[in-house]
């Protein structure tokens, strides 16, 4: 049913990539896999091939990171024809320190919280002011409703 699944996709391929709704696809696809003997919804179809695309994924993350043992799939070349050039599955490779990545490092940037270090009239380099917290009481001194609560248990 899998194979036919697959053989049936990637004979609408075009229909999927370029539908608005796929519903309708989905459809015509779920009543041509159960006119040759099978019987499931659209739905599960449809729900079958997102987590097989989600399998295919998840291999090609984990083969991709080197000094891990390769994973195989039954399906795996057959998903490779059909989504191997996708964005979402191989995205494409900046070089670090390209210009292309310091454009994006620089419009992504998350603005630096730390306070800075000042200098000293000197010049010397002094440590960053960091905000006190101040106490509302003193540490050593116990809450009100603390003491009564003792006095009363004893």
């Not at 194979?3 to 391929?13: F, H, P, Q, R, V």
């Not at 091939?49 to 080197?66: A, C, E, L, P, V």
Request: hydrophobic content about 30%; proline content about 6%; some cysteine.
């Amino acid at each position: 049913m899998i194979l036919l699944l697959l053989e049936i996709y990637c004979s609408k391929i075009t229909q999927f990539r370029s539908s608005k709704h796929a519903k309708h696809v989905w459809q015509n696809t779920a009543a041509e896999i159960n006119s040759k003997g099978y019987n499931l919804t659209w739905e599960m179809y449809e729900k079958k091939f997102g987590n097989m695309k989600g399998t295919f994924k998840d291999i090609k993350d984990h083969n991709r990171q080197s000094g891990r043992g390769r994973k195989k799939w039954a399906y795996l070349e057959i998903f490779e024809e059909l989504m191997g050039s996708k964005p979402a599955i191989s995205p494409a490779v900046t070089e670090i320190g390209s210009k292309d990545s310091d454009d994006l490092a620089r419009q992504y940037a998350v603005p630096d919280t730390e306070p800075e270090a000042s200098t000293s009239i000197a010049g010397e380099p002094t440590a960053p002011v960091k905000p006190t917290r101040k106490r509302k009481r003193p540490a050593d001194k116990m809450p009100t409703w603390f003491g009564d609560f003792m006095e009363k248990m004893e």
